[in-house]
Structure formats: C-alpha cells, structure tokens
C-alpha cells in the first residue's frame, strides 16, 4: 500500500522568512496530493492540493510542487507569518474512486516575530 | 468545521469499558471517515465508508467497530477500551461526486483518555 514520508518534523522560522516541507511517496499510481493545516484545538483544513496532471500550483503566499518522476511534492510558504504557526500534514491518495488519503505524520511550524 | 461534529467533545474512561464515539454532518457527503492522531504519529485511518452500505478497514482497525446508522451518522465504538488507545480521535467526510480527488472536512474531533 501507499506510504508517505515527511520532513522535517519540526521547523522554525522568523517572520518572513520561507519554509519549504517535503514529502514522499511510495504508489507510482497515487494521483491527488492535498496539504492540510491543523491549528491549536481544530481539526485539520485543506489548505491547497495538487493532481498529477500538473507540476505546480499557487494560491496567494502558498505552493506546492509535485515531481513525479523522483515521486515527491514539497510546500512551499513564502513571507511567513505568526499565524502560520500550526502542523502542516501533506497526503496521497490513488486514482480509483475508493481510494482513501494516506496521511504523513506532520511537521509542526513556528513562526517567530 | 461545524458542518462536521462530534461528540463528546473529551472522555475519560476506564480501561475495559465500551466507548462510542458518535459523528454526524450536514455537508450531504456520502464518503465518513474515522482517524486517530497520536503526537509523532500524524493521522491514521481507522475506518472508512463510502455509503451506508460500505465498511472498509483502515490501517489500524484491531480493536474498534463502526457503525454507518445512516449517510450523515458514523459512530466508531471501542467494545473494551485499553490504555494506548488514548488518543485525538478525528472524523472526516468527503463528497464523492468529487471523484477521485476527495478533499476531506474534518470535525473538532474527541480526546479520549483510557485510564
């Protein structure tokens, strides 16, 4: 099955500064790439995703890029912000419909002002 | 988000007991979802169903049962709770009209302590 690696576990940054979070995947078959943010007390929100169809993808300070080939997306954060600070979760999941998202286990960000 | 809730919210339990979790969602989805998140570990799949009709193990299903009572009711049930299933326990829909591309809404979730 699906196994999804992440790194790193933990980074801080100051403010302004970017973080990049990388991840792995082990299905050459898998074709959906989500990223979720997990604040303090809340439940994990989609944030951006990406499909395989397609090697980047940017929403305002936000992106995530996908290499197929080297089976691996990474989140890029630019001009970070204290309220940034949160666990990011990237997943996978494969192209038939029951399918289900096999999550990595999370890096915790810290922005510093 | 509220259109995903769970109850209770917390439960402290003694080891032994039986414990349910109970979700339920008015986002229309036909997809639910039960997670279980321990620190370093990130989210693991408990159980799935895709309609009322279609139970799926997850990864780490020894020791829980769900029940889909109806499309928006997902309840997971610990029949004889055990320390190390103290855990952040997370409910998750999806819509399944989405195809494969099933972006996942997921409730406050439940913190359960199994003494």
């Known amino acids: 099955g699906e196994n999804v690696e992440q790194h790193p576990s933990t980074l801080s940054v100051q403010e302004g500064d970017s973080a990049v979070i990388k991840c792995t995947y082990s299905?050459?078959?898998?074709?959906?790439f989500p990223w979720y943010k997990q604040e303090l007390g809340k439940g994990p929100q989609l944030i951006i995703d990406?499909?395989?169809?397609?090697g980047e993808k940017k929403d305002q300070r936000i992106a995530v890029t996908l290499n197929k080939t080297a089976k691996h997306f990474s989140l890029h954060i630019t001009e970070t912000q204290p309220e940034d600070s949160a666990v990011y979760f990237c997943?996978?999941?494969?192209?038939?419909?029951?399918?289900?998202?096999?999550f990595g286990k999370g890096t915790t960000l810290s922005v510093s002002s | 988000d509220a259109d995903v809730t769970q109850t209770p919210r917390n439960r402290i339990t003694k080891t032994g007991k039986r414990i349910m979790l109970e979700c339920s969602q008015t986002?229309?989805?036909?997809?639910m979802y039960w997670y279980r998140q321990d620190p370093g570990l990130g989210l693991r799949l408990i159980y799935y169903?895709?309609?009322?009709?279609?139970?799926n193990k997850g990864e780490i299903s020894d020791g829980y049962s769900v029940s889909r009572q109806a499309q928006a009711k997902f309840s997971l049930s610990l029949e004889s709770a055990i320390p190390n299933q103290t855990a952040l326990y997370f409910c998750?829909?999806?819509?399944?009209?989405?195809?494969?591309?099933?972006?996942?809404?997921f409730g406050p979730g439940t913190r359960l302590t199994v003494l």
């Open positions: 169903s895709f309609d009322v009709k279609d139970i």
């Open positions: 998750a829909t999806s819509d399944a009209l989405a195809g494969g591309y099933n972006e996942q809404f």
């Open positions: 990406i499909r395989s169809n397609v």
């Open positions: 997943a996978a999941s494969g192209p038939q419909a029951g399918t289900a998202l096999i």
């Open positions: 986002k229309g989805h036909d997809r």
């Open positions: 299905d050459s078959a898998s074709n959906y």
